[in-house]
């Protein structure tokens, strides 16, 4: 077992230089003051909604805003940091240093998820920030709820790689966006197959298209609690340690196959 | 057994996926690299020089033949850990000092922290870049970069050295510095396998090379070898050379090398006869010197002789 995932102090070395590069990047930077500008004037809309129904949008938009913006920089960076090393190739004096491929990507994920996490706690201190000035009450199923949302972004990040591995930087995006959507969604079929009405109750087609779309893509309302958190129902850590679990499987398989392409792979 | 590169029949196809072309670069490449010696892989652009060396690091592919690299496969940790990479126009992070850069690569290679930095410091000193230690390479000009492409190339101290197109831009003085240093790194008991396209200086300093065109060996062996082959004397005239002279079997080449003086490229073997004759046509016949063919002439001659075989050879 030892070296399956390969080597701590190479993918360390990796991991840290590609943190180094987007703190150093001005658009990623001016991608992280935007994001964190958009949670805090989001709060501002709530200022139009009703005064009882405030800390509701306030609570559930900011959320949802959060989680977006994760999303987004997980597919903006995951796609063009890889893209930049082929396009520049300044993959050729790394892929030609005794470190392995997966190890390359590998560390890519783990800088991300560095850059993620930061880029996580600013916004939401920007939203907590905001809640305390309309004094809505906290609680700690925010952390929880902020904590999933990390997931999901790394969850994003790891499928961003695994497309970065063989297509282009605008496919890769549109790839990855598309998983996004149809993760996001995947309940909603869910539902449908288990109900007795309907096209994907009676077309057999139908159904095993709905059905390998349900085991083969990742449900990201797994990661989305914004209604629980409104409706009060508590989340709990067992939860979102069920929930890493569920994550952690879903970008094994990805960095895994896109470990298998990329080593594959010509740089010409 | 020691050879430090042993590459059999070694072939490279490229496929364009859309339009359907198909391009052989390089097409059935055999050759050995022994331990401690300077290799020179030389040939015009396009020659298939960095699709080679390419697929000795590991970075593509071959569609068929084989390579070995240190008794290992090509790209796999165990040889990568022991040999230096400079490839072609090399390009690096450039939001990283190339103290930083290095540091990155030295943690890759897994060595311990006052190690890396005592190397990096004394490679940088040895490239030239010590006092550009710590400006970003954003800022850095072809030639740093090509210096600092040589400094990563040595940091983990490498037993073999690949170095595509080393010379490239840099000015006439850096590049009698990559030379000196790769007289040196031999000094060092290591083997360096450089391919290039300019083939001014470097004569004295390959122990064997390779000549490579349109993907394939056209010449092979030492430079003394290749150069002594077609031996010939040169002649220098006054006055022009008479109509009937021109033609003359064994004449290689005429041209006026100034006012009223035109020198004569003649075969040894034909040498008697052409003086003879141009002593009973009343010419004046100024030196006549022994000269072996120049590594030039000889890559020229491998181009083809037209224009564009000897526009790739001057680029
Ligand atoms: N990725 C590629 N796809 C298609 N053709 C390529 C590719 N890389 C190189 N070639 C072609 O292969 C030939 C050899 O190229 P190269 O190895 O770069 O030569 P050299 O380094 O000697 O100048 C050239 O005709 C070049 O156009
Ligand atoms: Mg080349």
Redesign the pocket.
Known sequence: MKGLFGSPRRVAAIARNTFIEAGRNRAFIGLGIAAIGLVASSMAVSGLAIADQMARVLVDFGLFAISLLEVVIAVTMGVILVFKEIDRKTFYVVLTKPIRRSEVLAGKFFGLAAILAIALVLMAAAWVGSLLLRDVPLRHDMVQALVLTWMQALLITSVALFFSSFASPVLSGVFTLGVYLAGTSIYVLEDLLAGRKGMLATNEAARAVAKAAVVGLPDLSVFNLGKELILGIPIGWDYVAAAGAYCAGWIVLFWALAALIFERRDF? | MDDVIAVEGLRKV?R?PFRRRR?E??KGVTFQVRRGEIFGFL??????????LKMLVGLIRPTSGRARVLGGDPGTLEVMARVGFLP?QPYFYDYLTPGELLDVFGQVFGLPRALRRQRIDSLLDLVGLGDAKGRVLRKFSKGMLQRVGIAQALLNDPELVLL?EPMSGLDPVGRKEIIDLMARLKDQGKTVFF?S?ILADIERLCDRVVI?HK?EVKHAGTLKELLTQGERKEILVAGELPDGLSGRPGLLATDRVGPGVTRLAVESAAADAMLRALLDARLEVLQVADRGITLEELFVKTAGSGPVGAREVAG
Request: hydrophobic share 30%.
């Open positions: 010409a | 490229f364009t391009v670069a390089v040939g015009p652009n396009g020659a298939g020089k960095t699709t080679t072609e595509d391919s396209h490579l993907g």
